[in-house]
């Protein structure tokens, strides 16, 4: 036996290994659970032969191409001038490995391609990015460019992704793995509502809390794809890509250009431990002002308080409302600009109105400081309504195809990103409102899709214009939202500290949608809003108790007017906001676990290794008679003290099904051997629809 030339690179929990033969593309060993890579035979050495195969046998490679052997799908596809598509042979010119990052140069010697494949360790996870250079003698037309191109293994079983749309995003979609081919891809120039182009690949047997897990997300806010193919060898192969317009991407002589970053994380913990690694990622990931997270504040937004009804008096009433209940930030929602009394026009003037606000933004922000609580602002800078000085004035400045009206969208155009002109005004416009008052926090917002597309230049764009004004107002918190949570991705996560999870805040909606960002993104980011009742967005009624306990799963705030409730009920609320402020040290920056029990029961556990918050929730009516107990497979090992800490239950602290044990569980912590947690249950009483018991673990090493 003669060993492989192995390269390999591990994140703890896992191992990605090549077999490189010096000259062509290095060949895949093994992404999955870690192992030890060294004195292994050759691929080609265990490889068994196959019938109607190519008689020169090619293992699958880091870069598959067409014409070489391989039939998997190509991971690059390039143009001449006149649009022939060329035949490209890449010759391996180096692998570099180092303990946190594995690099591979690839060169086409005839066109003066260059490649590089950059795989590094991220948090527990990997970051995968590709890029291109052209050191040929003419220019090339990139038709097709994929960021990573991933094995995985014959014994996984089903892949969870989600859709979604505005106010019913996150949507999980369970289905088996592809006998041909599988595809999830988004075309309206944003992330969309079903959330970041990504998915969870469970190998046989994996549920939340075992077995492996593969999870990926594309790092990209525009359009994007991601694809997996079986191959009639047994296994299937993971693409990610950005989705590139023909003739978008031209590489002319000695540029370059790199795809979107791809996370992966791999886990033997199953759905939750895959979580945690994107968790990890994505804290890496996100630049704070001061350069670490404060503790989140309680938000309230005026929104669907006042919707566009408002002016500095009605804000200055509500602020102080905001303030009485333990409000931290205040957030002054759309309508505060020239021309703004609905939203059909003003967007892309930005001056605060003369009526509303004769003497600017800064009385107001100044009152709400000295109530004690930070000033935000809404904007939505890319857009632009045709009834606005900015669209008399420049009218070329929004997407358009020349000849054709461009479609209208709640009564807005899309700026073009691509040009600086474009990208210098908005940023004087935003530099001159962040100068003019104390505005800590901007909710940026952006309400339609691309229509027409403006491409991938157009997310370069708009990524330019957040960094500008990040680097020129560094203190400045930015939330991400589109049309509720249209734009959550990993791409837009250098930029931004919070996204907006959906415009529906219905409690029994929340509840899966938020167990869907959790999938990729971590709590504290999270936007989870109490909103009235009825819902807005939905109509249904829901207790108060009810719709706070699911929003303090996130970063906690409130879309009502607190003086417009009812004394006992804006108390209630008040209790709400003392409680997200005694335990958001453990609903953020911690690990989360999901789970499910019996009888439609859903848990929550949010916090650290030796003490948690766990949320046992019911949604819908229970068809059994009585509550069984729910295991709880993180509890394994030592010893737990468990207290009830607040019950969303309508009607009561608890149902009047409830035994005494359970009213003393409310007033004193109880002791649980962790196996019985984990193997026979937590004890818990019966609980009609709509309602949540809030426990509190501590752990007795």
């Not at 009609?688 to 673990?697: G, Q, V």
């Amino acid at each position: 036996m003669t060993p492989a030339d192995i390269v390999a690179l591990h994140s703890g929990i896992a191992s990605l290994v090549l077999e490189t033969d010096r000259e062509r593309v290095p060949l895949w060993r093994h992404l999955g659970l870690s192992v030890e890579a060294h004195d292994i035979p050759s691929i080609y050495q265990t490889r068994g032969t196959a019938t109607f195969s190519m008689d020169a046998d090619r293992a699958p490679d880091v870069f598959p191409l067409p014409g070489d052997g391989s039939f998997l799908r190509p991971a690059l596809l390039v143009c001449d001038k006149e649009g022939k598509m060329l035949d490209l042979t890449l010759d391996c010119t180096g692998v570099d490995s180092a303990d946190d990052r594995l690099t591979c140069d690839f060169s086409d010697r005839k066109h003066g391609l260059q490649v590089r494949v950059d795989y590094r360790t991220i948090s527990g996870g990997f970051r995968i990015e590709t890029s291109l250079q052209n050191r040929g003698s003419a220019p090339l037309s990139v038709q097709h460019f994929a960021s990573c191109s991933l094995p995985l293994p014959a014994h996984c079983e089903r892949i969870i992704s989600w859709r979604g749309r505005h106010n019913a995003e996150f949507v999980e979609c369970l289905e088996p793995m592809p006998q041909q081919g599988w595809s999830r891809q988004n075309r309206r120039g944003l992330t969309g509502h079903g959330g970041p182009c990504g998915a969870y690949v469970l190998a046989k047997g994996a549920d939340y809390h075992s077995g492996l897990v593969f999870a990926t997300q594309l790092a990209w806010a525009g359009d994007g794809r991601i694809t997996i193919e079986r191959d009639d060898e047994g296994f299937c192969t993971l693409q990610a890509e950005a989705l590139f317009q023909p003739g978008e991407v031209i590489l002319e002589q000695g540029s370059s250009c790199s795809a979107p970053p791809v996370l992966l994380a791999i886990s033997d913990a199953g759905r939750n431990g895959a979580m945690a690694v994107m968790h990890a990622m994505a804290r890496d990931i996100a630049r704070w002002p001061g350069g670490e997270m404060t503790p989140r504040p309680v938000h309230l937004n005026s929104w669907e308080a006042v919707y566009f009804a408002h002016d500095e008096k009605r804000i200055g009433e509500l602020a102080k409302a905001a303030a009485s209940i333990g409000a931290e930030r205040f957030v002054l929602d759309d309508g505060w600009f020239s021309g703004r009394g609905n939203d059909t026009a003003g967007l892309g003037d930005w001056i605060p109105d003369p009526v509303k606000y004769p003497d600017g933004l800064a009385p107001i922000a100044a009152k709400v400081q000295r109530l004690g609580m930070q000033f935000g602002l809404w904007v939505e800078p890319e857009m632009v309504n045709p009834d606005s000085d900015l669209y008399r004035a420049h009218p070329d400045w929004a997407l358009t195809i020349d000849g054709r009206n461009p479609p209208t969208a709640r009564n807005q155009l899309v700026l073009d990103m691509r040009r600086e002109d474009v990208r210098d005004y908005l940023l004087g416009r935003l530099d001159a409102i962040l100068r003019s008052a104390p505005i800590s926090y901007l909710k940026w917002d952006h309400n339609r899709d691309h229509s027409p597309s403006g491409g991938a230049e157009q997310i370069r764009g708009s990524y330019a214009l957040f960094a500008a004004l990040r680097k020129a107002h560094p203190k400045v918190e930015i939330e991400s939202c589109a049309g509720g949570g249209g734009r959550i991705n990993a791409g837009i996560l250098e930029y931004v500290h919070r996204f907006w999870t959906s415009d529906n805040i219905d409690a029994l909606a929340r509840i899966p949608m938020q167990r869907g960002f959790l999938a990729f993104m971590p709590p504290e980011m999270m936007g989870a809003h109490v909103g009235a009742s009825p819902s807005h967005a939905t109509g249904r009624v829901q207790s108060l108790d009810f719709r706070a306990a699911i929003a303090c799963q996130g970063h906690f705030g409130i879309e009502v007017d607190p003086a417009a409730m009812e004394p006992a009920e804006r108390e209630k609320l008040a209790g709400w906001v003392r409680f997200y402020k005694e335990w958001r040290h453990l609903i953020h920056g911690g690990k989360v676990l999901l789970g499910e029990a019996n009888d439609g029961l859903v848990w929550q556990a949010q916090g650290t290794q030796d003490e948690l918050l766990l949320w046992v929730i019911r949604a819908g009516h229970a068809e059994d008679r009585r509550a069984q107990p729910v295991p709880l497979p993180f509890a394994n090992g030592g010893n737990w003290q468990v207290r009830i800490v607040r019950s969303a239950v309508s009607g009561g602290v608890l149902t009047p099904r409830a035994t005494p044990f359970f009213h003393d569980l409310h007033n004193r912590p109880h002791g649980f051997a962790g196996s019985w947690l984990a193997n026979s249950g937590l004890p818990v009483p019966a609980l009609p629809a709509e309602s949540a018991i809030i426990f509190h673990l501590k752990a007795q090493r």
